[in-house]
C-alpha cells in the first residue's frame, strides 16, 4: 500500500468538493438563471440608417471605450479563476469566478456586436472614418487601446504577487464602477437593444459584485495586516485607471495626448444628440463620487484606510506612487 511522495503546491487542482460559504452558491445559482445570450438580444429592432455617419461613428467611439475594459475582462477573471484552483478555493467560489468569466465574455460580444453593427466593421482600429468626428474616434481609441495594453502587463505581474484576498477589493472596485455606468446608461438610452444590453450587463455586474461582498465578509475579519495599505493602494490605481471610462483618463496616468479629452467631449457630445445617454461632466463626477463613497463605506468596516482622491473631493490618505506596472482593478 505504498503511496506516492507528497504533491509540490500550488497544485493547479484540487480533488475536493468543499461549500462553506452558502451565499455564493446562491449566487452561483443565480448566474445560471440569469444566464443570457447576447446574439439573441433584438438586434433586428436596430436599424442603423437612422443615424448620420457621424452619429454612428460618436456611438461606437463609446463602444470602444467600454470595450477596451471588457475586452481585458476575459483573460483577467480566467487568470483570477485559475487562481482560485491553485488557491483550493471552496467549490462555489471556483463556480462564481467561472460565472464571471463567462459573464465578461457576454459583455465583450455585446461591444462587438454594437460596433460591428454601427461602422459595418468588426474592428474600430482597421476601420475607416468617414467623417471628421470619426477620425478624432479613431485617433483616441488607439491611445486608448495602446493604455489598455500596459494594463495588462501590470496585472499580469500583479496577479501571482498578490493574495486573493488584495484582489477581492479591486475586484469589487471594478465591479461596483461596472454596476454604476450600466445602470446610468439604462435608464435614458432610447435603443431599445442597448437599453436591453445594459439592464442584462448591469444584473451581471450586480452578481459579481456580491461575490467580492461574500468573499470580503469571509476573509477580511482575519486579513494580514500588512495587506492593508496595499488595498488602499490598489484602490487609488484603480479610480485612476477606472476614470477612463467612468469619468475622464487623468494624463498623469493615462499616457494620453493633451487633446484626448476635447476631443472625446465633442464626440460624446454627436452621440449625446443622437439620443445615446452619456452622461454630462458634472454628472459623471458625482457618479463617481457615489460609487467611491459606496467602496469606502465597505472599507471602514474592515479597518482599511481610504485613499484620498480630491478629483471628486474625498478626503483620505494621500497615495502618490500609483502606477501601472502594477494594478489590479478590472471591470
Ligand atoms: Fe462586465
Ligand atoms: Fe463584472
Known amino acids: 500500500m505504498a503511496l506516492p511522495p507528497a504533491i509540490e503546491q500550488p497544485n493547479v487542482y484540487p480533488l475536493s468538493w468543499h461549500a462553506h460559504t452558502a451565499k455564493l452558491e446562491e449566487?452561483?445559482?443565480?448566474?445560471?438563471?440569469?444566464?443570457?445570450?447576447?446574439?439573441?438580444?433584438?438586434?433586428?429592432?436596430?436599424?442603423?440608417?437612422?443615424?448620420?455617419?457621424?452619429?454612428?461613428?460618436?456611438?461606437?467611439?463609446?463602444?470602444?471605450?467600454?470595450?477596451?475594459?471588457?475586452?481585458?475582462?476575459?483573460?483577467?477573471?480566467?487568470?483570477?479563476?485559475?487562481?482560485?484552483?491553485?488557491?483550493?478555493?471552496?467549490?462555489?467560489?471556483?463556480?462564481?469566478?467561472?460565472?464571471?468569466?463567462?459573464?465578461?465574455?457576454?459583455?465583450?460580444?455585446?461591444?462587438?456586436?454594437?460596433?460591428?453593427?454601427?461602422?459595418?466593421?468588426?474592428?474600430?482600429?482597421?476601420?475607416?472614418?468617414?467623417?471628421?468626428?470619426?477620425?478624432?474616434?479613431?485617433?483616441?481609441?488607439?491611445?486608448?487601446?495602446?493604455?489598455?495594453?500596459?494594463?495588462?502587463?501590470?496585472?499580469?505581474?500583479?496577479?501571482?504577487?498578490?493574495?486573493?484576498?488584495?484582489?477581492?477589493?479591486?475586484?469589487?472596485?471594478?465591479?461596483?464602477?461596472?454596476?454604476?455606468?450600466?445602470?446610468?446608461?439604462?435608464?435614458?438610452?432610447?435603443?431599445?437593444?442597448?437599453?436591453?444590453?445594459?439592464?442584462?450587463?448591469?444584473?451581471?455586474?450586480?452578481?459579481?459584485?456580491?461575490?467580492?461582498?461574500?468573499?470580503?465578509?469571509?476573509d477580511y475579519p482575519k486579513m494580514d495586516l500588512s495587506d492593508k495599505p496595499l488595498i488602499t493602494k490598489q484602490i487609488r490605481a484603480g479610480y485612476l485607471f477606472l476614470s477612463g471610462v467612468l469619468f475622464e483618463p487623468p494624463e498623469d496616468f493615462w499616457d494620453i495626448p493633451a487633446d484626448f479629452v476635447a476631443f472625446q467631449r465633442e464626440i460624446e457630445a454627436v452621440a449625446r444628440k443622437a439620443g445615446f445617454h452619456i452622461p454630462e461632466y458634472e454628472a459623471k463626477k458625482e457618479n463617481w463620487r457615489s460609487a467611491m463613497l459606496n467602496l469606502k463605506g465597505v472599507l471602514d468596516k474592515y479597518g482599511i484606510a481610504f485613499p484620498a482622491i480630491p478629483e471628486v473631493g474625498i478626503t483620505g490618505q494621500e497615495v502618490s506612487d500609483a502606477d501601472m506596472v502594477d494594478i489590479i482593478p478590472v471591470f
Not at 38 to 66: G, H, M, N, Q
Not at 68 to 76: E, Q, R, T, Y
Not at 179 to 205: L, S, W, Y
Request: hydrophobic fraction near 40%.
Open 27 to 218: 449566487v452561483w445559482d443565480a448566474a445560471q438563471r440569469e444566464y443570457w445570450d447576447p446574439k439573441k438580444l433584438d438586434w433586428a429592432s436596430f436599424d442603423v440608417s437612422r443615424y448620420s455617419w457621424e452619429e454612428r461613428e460618436a456611438i461606437a467611439y463609446w463602444w470602444t471605450i467600454l470595450s477596451v475594459f471588457d475586452a481585458s475582462a476575459p483573460p483577467v477573471f480566467a487568470a483570477a479563476l485559475i487562481k482560485t484552483y491553485e488557491a483550493h478555493e471552496e467549490d462555489p467560489v471556483r463556480r462564481c469566478f467561472f460565472s464571471v468569466t463567462r459573464d465578461e465574455q457576454n459583455h465583450e460580444q455585446v461591444c462587438g456586436l454594437a460596433i460591428t453593427k454601427l461602422l459595418e466593421h468588426a474592428d474600430p482600429l482597421t476601420y475607416v472614418p468617414k467623417t471628421e468626428i470619426g477620425r478624432k474616434a479613431q485617433r483616441n481609441a488607439q491611445w486608448l487601446y495602446y493604455n489598455g495594453a500596459r494594463y495588462w502587463a501590470g496585472y499580469k505581474n500583479a496577479v501571482p504577487k498578490y493574495s486573493l484576498a488584495v484582489l477581492f477589493s479591486s475586484f469589487l472596485m471594478g465591479e461596483i464602477a461596472a454596476a454604476t455606468i450600466f445602470h446610468q446608461m439604462a435608464a435614458k438610452c432610447t435603443e431599445p437593444v442597448f437599453k436591453e444590453a445594459f439592464r442584462n450587463i448591469g444584473r451581471d455586474e450586480g452578481r459579481h459584485m456580491a461575490i467580492c461582498m461574500q468573499l470580503m465578509e469571509r
